[in-house]
């Protein structure tokens, strides 16, 4: 796939001319399903964006790990713990178009309803019950784990490059006191990151 091969050519491009400022640093992937790539942060590009040459989508472009519309969907989903309405982070779930589009599964959608929203909406109302003044709290800040991964496509997973991220945190307050949200798992689709696994 061009787009893939553009991505590991940017990737190399930017760890042997530094040019990105980024910190991108390569190493040997382990685990995780095989995949393909380790970067520390992620390559040029825009959270929403997604386009590639010609004004193409690109299902598997690499967003941006630092970006006001990313901090911001976040912050949705702290408000959604906060007020145990999983409604409000629906922007930061994988979308099922894309889940249905690159899961190698015999019913993908209905894979999707149980493993990525129903997960997601269990998940949210357990935190809000276990999170001591969680209604009030305050976002702070968002960042994006620090090993990204390009996952290597196959049988029963994702048909596509995709990149993943694990462990990344919401960082907010409680009665002035500063608290810690890992996100268990983040997969990227046509230049936004999205929740997959939430705990």
């Given at each position: 796939m061009?787009?893939?091969?553009?991505?590991?050519?940017?990737?190399?491009g930017?760890?042997?001319?530094?040019?990105?400022?980024?910190?991108?640093?390569?190493?040997?992937?382990?685990?995780?399903?095989?995949?393909?790539a380790?970067?520390?942060?992620?390559?040029?590009?825009?959270?929403?964006?997604?386009?590639?040459?010609?004004?193409?989508?690109?299902?598997?472009?690499?967003?941006?790990a630092?970006?006001e519309?990313?901090a911001?969907?976040?912050?949705?989903?702290?408000?959604?713990?906060?007020?145990?309405n999983?409604?409000l982070?629906?922007d930061?779930?994988?979308?099922?178009?894309?889940?249905?589009?690159?899961?190698?599964?015999?019913d993908?959608?209905?894979?999707?309803?149980?493993?990525?929203?129903?997960?997601?909406?269990?998940?949210?109302?357990?935190?809000?019950?276990?999170?001591?003044?969680v209604?009030?709290?305050?976002?702070?800040?968002?960042?994006?784990?620090?090993?990204?991964?390009?996952?290597?496509?196959?049988?029963?997973?994702?048909?596509?490059?995709?990149?993943r991220?694990?462990?990344?945190?919401?960082?907010?307050?409680?009665?002035?006191k500063?608290?810690?949200?890992?996100?268990?798992?983040?997969?990227?689709?046509?230049?936004s990151?999205?929740?997959?696994r939430?705990?």
């Amino acid at each position: 796939m061009r787009a893939h091969g553009s991505h590991r050519l940017l990737a190399l491009g930017a760890l042997l001319l530094g040019a990105s400022g980024c910190g991108e640093k390569a190493n040997a992937a382990g685990g995780d399903g095989g995949s393909a790539a380790v970067l520390s942060a992620s390559i040029d590009g825009g959270d929403g964006g997604g386009r590639g040459d010609g004004g193409a989508i690109d299902d598997t472009a690499m967003p941006s790990a630092n970006s006001e519309q990313l901090a911001a969907r976040m912050r949705h989903l702290l408000e959604a713990v906060a007020q145990n309405n999983p409604d409000l982070a629906n922007d930061v779930v994988f979308p099922r178009d894309a889940y249905t589009a690159t899961k190698d599964l015999a019913d993908p959608s209905k894979a999707w309803d149980k493993r990525v929203q129903g997960a997601f909406r269990r998940h949210v109302e357990r935190l809000h019950k276990h999170m001591k003044g969680v209604e009030h709290a305050k976002f702070v800040s968002f960042e994006l784990g620090h090993a990204v991964l390009q996952i290597t496509p196959k049988k029963k997973n994702f048909k596509k490059p995709l990149w993943r991220v694990k462990h990344s945190t919401i960082t907010f307050t409680i009665d002035g006191k500063t608290r810690h949200l890992e996100i268990a798992e983040m997969t990227a689709w046509r230049g936004s990151w999205y929740v997959t696994r939430l705990r």
